[in-house]
């Protein structure tokens, strides 16, 4: 014996239908089979409608009613030959005729009672069954219509109705023994001991299937569907959702509870009671597994099986000293709300018993606050307790697994995804089974927790990288060049997947939640994008409420590293190669650390000093350790190595310049290298990441270009002024040489001192074999006193900064829900 259950998707066209029937004919040739179908898709909503138009005495019930009318006699005249159709229209037309005095009376009355509500929902399932069990019969298979009303009784709770279970299992058994018909059964409604009809709940059809399958102790229960199975999340919600192939009965159920759609909550128990597996199966793709749901050992494989939410509730806290230590004052606040008929879907109460917090439905929370006003009037006068409050507009958020039982970290990992994603819990809620761990958020934050869990416990194995990237010149365009070349290779090898979500000039900017191509730009900008305004920007990025999202700086402009604390309120990490933040004021520089570690975002900032190569990082890394820096040497500037290295004294200092500005090693304007201000910019990040408080009107910066040059109208002009003074820089050069020395333009940090300037270093020197344009950097610490920690290799060039970009946010991307770990 198999249930099959059909629900509205399956049974809302004719070629879904004829689908179902290819289903029943093929399975009941293998097992006896019952078949319980729910209404056609969308009807069930056009009957409330209906019958909320005519209580309030509007007319528009009856266009809806002839409308419904027409689909189904349509969907017979198509199933059904012109010989069998006449007597099926006719029972069809008994139906509607019943159902429009119904609906007549009650706009004559305008009043909609609980029962007459239910009596015209049922109709749905009454009309798609029959037409069903009609069809079935064309078909050939011996088929029989089975009013559910007459087998499920259940008490007159109108709307969501308790089940008599006793008598309904009786009831079943007897009229299914002996039958070897297919039973095409009603789902959703049932009746009182008085015959008054009564529905299940929404999703009601699932527990009829799993009603009578526990009763006539069938081997499987089959809920035929639109979706291949139970997903790891809300399909809707979550895109990088994943079928289960199995859960617990446990499972099932927490995930039901908490909003899971393809199973309605009650389902579960009475197969449970009877160990009757439960598949999920797609309709329109039979051939997918789907998932199953049993009694056998849960797959822990996997921590957290499932993510699911209640998309709206309203959460009630009472708060008050007089609860402190007063036996019974929960049971009380309990017992008031069963009186007033106030579901509970969630309870925690601080260890303090200062506070008691709930969560329940938002119709039913003014009902809540108006009986616990009541009750508690007296506890409130006195000051027992201090306030009753209500906060709307919430969601629930439940992570369930059985593979969560016993394990250390989960509920650390969960809280700590979604503090780097700056979402806020309200609430928290862990049964002693370990296997629920439930979380109450905003609701404007609910699909931003529900992707953030999800990827915290990989249950797409992705890692989704939200970019939002401002300045798209020379190292932007090279930074999204590399995102081309390796996102593929990134997304196979490391599961990682970047999307291009914003971006943005100085003019123009433009934003896609589902991502934007990195080539094409900034030519798109022109066409597509919109003024540029840095908070408007802002604004628009955190609106999509995306996990994961990394502001990328790639400019040299003030404003954007002045908007860095805007960006990291807002919960962005940022990734920057702009070294104005950095290297502004000292408190500037202190409050965006705090900034970043208040925010739990990361602010990563590798190219500030030496292009690509982990500077840094590595001095970071020795801070952490313990080590004490005494020394910092470094020669910071790609352009102002390359110039030394080639400068030979023969050559005129002028024209060295001139050579290094064509093959692109300076600055538009050579100025901007030869006064020393960009390496003094380093020294400084340099010595702050040491932890030396440190201004940049303490550094002592020898700016190489001579004085009658500095207000130059022109880089021609420049260059001509430079050019005479091309003898003193060969007097320098000829001076070092004389000494078996070399000139060296180096930072340095020692005793307090910290200068920039063009010095004379001998072969015994850590930089003497420096060559090209590669920089050069030496730590001398207490770990390192005899021989200095050197990094050395390319410092400059836009393809090595873009590569330290992206080497940021592989720190951030490869670290578990952007931890706060040294990386």
Same mark, same amino acid.
């Given at each position: ?50 019958? !909320? ?164 102790? =069938? ?212 049964? !002693? ?302 001076? =070092? ?30 930089? !003497? ?55």
């Amino acid at each position: 014996m198999r249930i099959l259950k059909f629900g509205g998707t399956s049974v809302g066209s004719e070629s879904a239908i004829r689908q179902v029937l290819k289903l029943i004919t093929e399975k009941q040739k293998e097992d006896r089979i019952q078949v319980v179908v729910s209404a056609f898709g969308g009807v069930t909503n056009t009957l409330e409608e209906m019958v !909320s138009d005519a209580s309030a005495g509007r007319d528009e019930y009856r266009k809806q009613l002839k409308k419904v009318e027409q689909r189904h006699v349509d969907m017979v005249r198509t199933l059904i030959g012109v010989q069998g159709q006449s007597s099926v229209l006719t029972e069809l037309k008994v139906l509607f005729n019943e159902l429009e005095d119904v609906l007549h009376g009650v706009s004559l009355t305008h009043e909609l009672t609980g029962r007459t509500h239910d009596f015209v929902l049922g109709f749905g399932e009454r009309l798609s069954a029959f037409v069903l069990s009609a069809a079935l019969q064309e078909q050939g298979i011996d088929a029989e219509y089975v009013d559910a009303r007459s087998i499920i009784k259940t008490n007159a709770d109108f709307g969501n109705a308790r089940v008599l279970t006793t008598e309904t299992t009786q009831n079943i058994r007897e009229y299914f023994e002996n039958r070897d018909t297919v039973g095409v059964v009603t789902g959703f409604i049932a009746s009182t001991e008085t015959g008054e009809t009564t529905t299940l709940g929404r999703g009601g059809s699932d527990y009829t299937a799993s009603l009578i399958g526990a009763a006539l102790d =069938a081997d499987a229960i089959e809920i035929w569907t639109d979706v291949e199975g139970i997903m790891t999340a809300d399909p809707r919600k979550v895109e990088r959702h994943l079928p289960i192939q199995k859960l617990s009965y446990e499972e099932a159920m927490e995930l039901s509870h908490f909003g899971a759609e393809v199973i309605y909550p009650p389902t579960v128990y009475p197969a449970m009671s009877a160990s009757i597996p439960i598949y999920i199966k797609n309709t329109f793709k039979p051939e997918s597994p789907g998932t199953v749901i049993n009694r056998e050992p849960a797959d822990i494989s996997t921590n957290v099986k499932g993510i699911s939410s209640i998309d709206e509730v309203t959460l009630i806290t009472l708060k008050g000293s007089g609860m402190i230590g007063v036996s019974g004052f929960a049971a009380r606040i309990f017992s008031v709300l069963a009186d007033a008929g106030v579901n509970i879907i969630m309870i925690t109460q601080a260890s303090s018993e200062h506070t008691v917090c709930f969560a329940v439905m938002p119709r039913q929370a003014p009902q809540a606050i108006q009986s616990l006003k009541t009750n508690f009037s007296f506890e409130l006068k006195e000051g027992m307790i201090d306030e009753i409050k209500e906060e709307s507009n919430c969601s629930i958020v439940a992570a369930v697994g059985e593979g969560m039982k016993h394990t250390p970290g989960i509920s650390g990992r969960l809280f700590r995804a979604l503090g780097r994603n700056g979402i806020n819990v309200r609430a928290i809620a862990q049964g !002693s089974s370990e296997r629920n761990i439930s979380v109450v958020v905003k609701k404007k934050d609910l699909s931003k927790t529900l992707n953030t869990i999800h990827d915290a416990f990989f249950l797409s194995k992705i890692k989704s990288v939200n970019l939002f990237l401002v300045g798209v010149g020379l190292i932007g365009n090279k930074v999204l060049e590399l995102f081309e070349k390796q996102a593929e290779l990134l997304f196979k090898e490391h599961n990682i997947a970047f999307n291009l979500c914003g971006i943005a000039n100085s003019r123009y900017y433009k934003i896609e939640q589902k991502g934007m191509p990195f080539t094409g730009w900034p030519e798109r900008l022109e066409e597509d994008g919109k003024p540029m305004d840095l908070q408007t920007f802002l604004d628009e990025a955190g609106e999509l409420n995306l996990p994961n999202s990394l502001f990328i700086d790639c400019t040299a402009s003030s404003e954007v590293a002045d908007f860095y604390p805007e960006v990291m309120r807002a919960n962005f990490s940022v990734v920057t190669a702009n070294k104005k933040a950095n290297s502004g004021t000292l408190h500037h520089y202190q409050a965006l650390q705090e900034l970043a570690l208040k925010h739990n975002v990361m602010y990563l900032y590798e190219t500030n000093v030496g292009a690509g190569l982990p500077v840094v990082k590595t001095l970071k890394e020795q801070v952490l350790a313990g080590d004490k820096i005494t020394k910092i040497e470094g020669v910071l500037s790609g352009t102002l190595s390359y110039i030394f290295n080639t400068y030979d004294g023969e050559t005129p200092f002028s024209e060295v310049v001139r050579t290094a500005l064509e093959k692109g090693f300076t600055e538009p304007d050579p100025r901007e290298d030869l006064n020393g201000r960009d390496v003094a910019r380093k020294l400084l990040i340099l010595c702050r990441e040491a932890g030396i408080e440190v201004e940049m009107s303490d550094l002592t910066v020898e700016n190489l270009v001579p004085e009658s040059a500095r207000e130059a109208d022109s880089v021609e002009d420049f260059f001509e002024k430079l050019s005479d003074f091309d003898d003193e820089f060969k007097k320098r050069y000829d001076k =070092a040489a004389s000494n078996g020395h070399r000139l060296c333009y180096i930072a340095s940090y020692e005793d307090g001192e910290a200068t920039v300037s063009l010095e004379e270093i001998d072969d015994e020197h850590p930089f !003497s074999g420096l060559s090209g344009s590669d920089n050069i950097i030496a730590f001398h610490t207490q770990h390192y006193r005899d021989t200095p920690l050197v990094v050395k290799g390319p410092g400059a060039g836009a393809e090595v900064t873009a590569g330290g970009i992206l080497a940021d946010i592989l720190r951030i991307s490869n670290v578990p829900a952007f931890s706060n770990e040294v990386v």
